[in-house]
């Protein structure tokens, strides 16, 4: 299982190990990160949102239109803005390093 870091917009981090084929708002849920994910993963809102590390960024697969039109709404968006509900975990991604953004917006 891939481990994958989660950084608090308090400095701190969080590192879990994240199952093969979940998305990445599934492992924050089950591992009590406080990702909100409103829509549960379909798609609808922006608060799964994440920045991901700067290194990261070009090894994940490219962002829909659907999910580049929902980080449009997104709090805090950043170049390396994604979805959470959009990456999936694999073992490429063993390492991956995210930070939670200081707030959403669900509209």
Same mark, same amino acid.
């Given at each position: 299982? %891939?481990?994958? *870091? ?6 701190? /981090?969080?590192?879990? @190990? ?6 990445? !708002? ?27 590390? %700067?290194?990261? *960024? ?6 829909? /239109?659907?999910?580049? @039109? ?6 805090? !968006? ?30």
């Amino acid at each position: 299982m %891939p481990k994958i *870091y989660f950084d608090f917009p308090d400095g701190t /981090e969080k590192c879990v @190990d994240a199952q093969n084929g979940l998305s990445l !708002l599934e492992v924050a849920h089950g591992n009590h990160i406080p990702l909100e994910g409103a829509c549960e993963g379909s798609l609808a809102c922006s608060t799964c949102h994440v920045i991901v590390d %700067p290194d990261w *960024y070009p090894k994940l697969t490219p962002a829909s /239109e659907d999910e580049e @039109d929902m980080l449009d709404l997104a709090f805090g !968006l950043t170049r390396t803005s994604r979805l959470g509900c959009q990456i999936i975990i694999s073992d490429a991604l063993e390492g991956l390093r995210v930070k939670l953004p200081e707030g959403t917006r669900n509209l």
